[in-house]
């Protein structure tokens, strides 16, 4: 078992992510990193509706014994046709079409599925959240639910904090826009998203496949499956907000990146299922193992061994044995190799300066929005939507749009960022486990029964005290 040991912890997430529910991944950070986290915010922008997605956090927590965890979500601040940011906007929509209201477009969640493993599944995961977690005193009310942004301040303000960010980046995007000064207790940020020299793996014809066989997403550097013939660079957690991310990357504050380059190498086989299988003894770890089964039974094919992976579980591993080793990035991960990169997020796509009326940053403003320079890079045609026919390319079926891209750059674009490139192989030769972390993800959860939480133990429910809502 990994203790944290260091700065105050806060979480940045979208609750569920994927294509179908991730809450192997998205929720296991939670239980692998609860001794010092100190607060979560939720993003709403993308995978996850507030209400829903704030009670399921909420349950988990409380299955944790950390009932003490804030947890921030929404806001109905806004932010001013000149860029003036208002308290506790709520990150409903991505930067770029913020307004003064809560109501926008949605440009970039067209790419979400409501159904098939999209956010009607994801909210009630599967029906598996109120079959089996239990229920706690904290609800989601609305006007009484703490903000995001005044969770931010709270936490950031107390002292050191490491950001992880596994989700949108809109929260901590505009907290870092409006609240310049607290940045620098800010010691580290890691993220989970992206794809730098990625080939995406799914989606491509078997060797042994005939002519006929025409491959999708195959070898594109993102994982946008409902997007490709648009956008075939992004990611989707810097796809839903790519403005905010760029932010946060050129915030000065030492990153490191888990992008799809690493989560590509640590697929979930058959070999770890069947250990996980066997090592869910703790009401936490049954929870994750049967929200991994669920995702295995509704997979749209029968590729789920070859196509799924741990992506944010992964991030947290990599992220906690960083922080361990004083944030070395080319030495001392145990679970990922790491090498300095640089890299920016496209946000917009050339030709920059001119205006077609798909850019709020720069459409009716004499001033553009937040000062931005009238041709930089945030002043090209920015996607409306999945079917944007400017990002069509005639004759393929691979488009030409970067929003949200992960992109090698070099000159003042370029942020020097440490890039986790791919999963350490099992020390053990003997294992039937590929990946070095697949063994301590066991570990952790086999043991979360004896994680010292803040002092006392983490609770570990007996069934009679589970409550079925």
């Given at each position: 078992m990994m203790i944290l040991h260091g700065p105050i912890m806060q979480i940045s997430t979208d609750i569920i992510y994927g294509s179908?529910?991730?809450?192997?991944?998205?929720?296991?950070?939670?239980?692998?990193s609860c001794k010092h986290e100190q607060a979560v915010t939720i993003n709403v922008n993308s995978w996850s509706d507030a209400g829903h997605a704030v009670n399921h956090l909420y349950d988990i927590l409380y299955m944790m014994g950390r009932d003490d965890i804030p947890v921030g979500v929404g806001g109905d601040g806004g932010i001013s046709s000149y860029g003036t940011i208002h308290p506790n906007v709520g990150g409903y929509l991505p930067l770029i079409d913020q307004g003064m209201t809560t109501v926008g477009p949605c440009r970039y969640r067209q790419a979400i599925p409501l159904e098939g493993g999209g956010r009607l599944d994801i909210d009630t995961n599967f029906g598996l959240r109120r079959g089996f977690l239990p229920q706690g005193n904290r609800r989601y009310i609305p006007l009484q639910q703490s903000t995001a942004q005044q969770v931010l301040i709270d936490?950031?303000?107390?002292?050191?904090?490491?950001?992880?960010?596994?989700?949108?980046?809109?929260?901590?995007?505009?907290f870092l826009m409006a609240y310049p000064h607290l940045?620098?207790?800010?010691?580290?940020?890691?993220?989970?998203?992206?794809?730098?020299?990625?080939?995406?793996?799914?989606g491509c014809c078997p060797k042994n496949a005939t002519a006929s066989c025409m491959p999708q997403q195959c070898g594109n550097h993102g994982n946008l499956f409902t997007s490709y013939r648009t956008?075939?660079?992004?990611?989707?957690?810097?796809?839903?907000?790519?403005?905010?991310?760029?932010?946060?990357?050129?915030?000065?504050?030492p990153i490191t990146l888990v992008p799809l380059d690493a989560t590509n190498t640590i697929l979930i086989n058959e070999e770890f299922f069947h250990a996980f299988q066997q090592h869910h003894k703790t009401y936490?770890?049954?929870?994750?193992?049967?929200?991994?089964?669920?995702?295995?039974?509704?997979?749209?094919?029968?590729?789920?061994?070859?196509?799924?992976?741990?992506?944010?579980?992964?991030?947290?591993?990599?992220a906690i044995s960083s922080m361990r080793n004083d944030n070395k990035c080319q030495s001392g991960n145990d679970f990922a190799e790491l090498k300095y990169m640089n890299i920016t997020v496209i946000t917009s796509n050339k030709p920059y300066g001119v205006h077609d009326g798909s850019n709020p940053l720069f459409n009716g403003h004499a001033t553009p929005?937040?000062?931005?320079?009238?041709?930089?890079?945030?002043?090209?045609?920015?996607?409306?939507?999945i079917t944007d026919s400017f990002c069509l390319v005639k004759g393929s079926k691979k488009g030409r749009c970067e929003d949200g891209y992960t992109k090698e750059v070099s000159g003042p674009e370029a942020v020097h960022v440490c890039v986790a490139t791919r999963a350490k192989p099992n020390m053990d030769k003997n294992s039937m486990l590929n990946r070095e972390f697949f063994e301590s993800f066991l570990e952790q959860r086999a043991?979360?029964?004896?994680?010292?939480?803040?002092?006392?133990?983490?609770?570990?429910?007996p069934p009679s005290s589970l409550v079925v809502r």
């Open positions: 179908t529910t991730q809450v192997l991944c998205k929720k296991s950070i939670v239980f692998y936490t950031v303000s107390a002292g050191p904090t490491t950001i992880i960010l596994i989700g949108s980046h809109t929260n901590f995007a505009i940045k620098r207790n800010v010691e580290h940020i890691y993220i989970m998203g992206g794809g730098v020299r990625s080939e995406n793996p799914t956008n075939p660079n992004a990611e989707f957690n810097l796809f839903c907000d790519p403005f905010a991310a760029y932010q946060v990357f050129h915030s000065g504050i936490e770890a049954q929870y994750c193992f049967e929200s991994l089964k669920m995702a295995r039974d509704t997979w749209f094919n029968d590729a789920f061994y070859t196509s799924y992976f741990m992506w944010d579980s992964f991030t947290s591993g990599v929005k937040f000062g931005l320079q009238k041709s930089g890079v945030h002043s090209g045609h920015v996607q409306t939507g043991s979360l029964a004896a994680v010292i939480v803040g002092g006392g133990s983490a609770r570990v429910l």
